[in-house]
């Protein structure tokens, strides 16, 4: 990872044994839809109706992070950041109106702000004494989770969007991954290594009965939950490589969505379902694509010798 800040999550990947995205484990699977490398640039230049609706947020890396926004379809890029700090992690309020994201532009400690979405009135959302990653606003536009180091391991927290009612949400000695709230905000799901490997978990909104609903082979990561679908999306290495999975919320019915490109992070559902929006390498750049839920429609939104991460598909614009 490029992030000076992820070192948050380093404790995680080290304990897991693998980073999720390398292809670890193994195990048997359904068959997936696949693209060669020149079929997903033959692709860039078409656009599926179906997918121009919304913007994604994604973060940019051209010698610094900048947070910047794009129509679905790809166009109307925009940096929104446009700073000497690293910037990064993009995550839309429910009604696309801000965006929350993670800087390190006050010291040298990343924490989570919160801006305007066209990248006016940023401000610090809430100080926490370790670095802080992965903003995660809850559906009802209510609360906002995200990662904070508390003596060297990754715990998950909640605030209001305001900054007000900070609460520690995981208190474990494994530590804990990025995190999605649940259709109904009435709690997240996320990674953790608690038991061992890095698997998917749920939990109550105030941190409580943790259900691990994973327990395959290889790495389980990068959960997301949009409110029109009653599956989980999330990465897995169960077949030996990276690939974007979806599941339903108790764990069961498994689906693997897709194995081309390679590198995948951050699957990301379009909030009114459908399609997904994720990060993957291609022969020399990381990409933003978005494809159908059902693996077929893969889409290049992003074409360039850049390194684009942290896709999150938000609303059309307000």
Known sequence: MHHKYLLVF??????????????????????????????????????????????????????????WIMNADGTGQVNLTKDAASDSMPCWSPDGAKIAFVSDRIGSLAQVFVMNANGSGAVRLVTTPGAASHPAWSHNGKKIAFLATVGGVSQIFKVDPTGANLLQLTNTTAPNGPMAWLPDSSGLVFSSARSGGLQIWKMAADGSNPVQLTNSAGQNDMPDCTPTVKRIAFTSTRDGASAIWTMNLDGTVPKRVATKPTGYRHPNWKPLGGYLTFAGDAPSSREIYTILANGTGIFRATNNVYYDDDPDWGPPAV
């Not at 990947?13 to 068959?31: I, K």
């Not at 609706?53 to 973060?59: H, M, N, Q």
């Open 10 to 67: 380093a404790g995680l990947l080290l304990l897991a044994g693998c980073f999720v995205l390398t292809g670890c484990g193994g195990g048997g699977g359904p068959a997936a839809f696949t693209m060669t490398d020149a079929e997903i640039d033959a692709a860039s230049g078409v656009t599926p109706q179906a997918v121009a609706d919304g913007r994604i947020a994604f973060t940019r890396y051209r010698g610094n992070y900048d947070v």
